[in-house]
């Protein structure tokens, strides 16, 4: 499975950016998708997954502003990221799972991809 995430980019505060991760390959391997990302010199973080099943799980640190989609038709996910913050800024990564469920663990994910950079201005 290959990951491809896009969408990121420069934003200032209050905006709004739709980030896309597209799958290729066996991606009926891949059930549960997660978005997570990592600020210089922090560790990587849960933001919002979706199950198989596409119940959706979203981190209390942006519940309210982000959102996680997913198209099983076009195999893409989508982090729907609103009333974007400076503190927003980091790499943003797509992963995918196996198993059918939402963890929250970044060693839970079996598939990443490279990252979209988002920089939120103020």
């Known amino acids: 499975v290959q990951l491809q995430a896009s969408g990121g980019g420069l934003v200032q505060v209050g905006g709004s950016l739709r980030l896309s991760c597209a799958a290729s390959?066996?991606?009926?391997?891949?059930?549960?998708l997660g978005w997570f990302r990592q600020a210089p010199g922090k560790e990587r973080e849960f933001l919002a997954g979706?199950?198989?099943?596409?119940?959706?799980v979203t981190a209390d640190s942006v519940k309210g502003r982000f959102t996680i989609s997913r198209d099983n038709a076009k195999n893409t996910v989508y982090l729907q990221m609103n009333s974007l913050k400076p503190e927003d800024t980091a790499v943003y990564y797509c992963?995918?799972?196996?198993?059918?469920?939402?963890?929250?663990?970044?060693?839970?994910?079996?598939?990443w991809g490279q990252g979209t950079e988002v920089t939120v201005s103020s």
């Open positions: 390959g066996r991606t009926s391997s891949m059930n549960a």
């Open positions: 992963a995918a799972r196996a198993g059918w469920r939402v963890l929250f663990g970044k060693n839970e994910y079996d598939y």
């Open positions: 979706i199950s198989g099943g596409a119940g959706t």
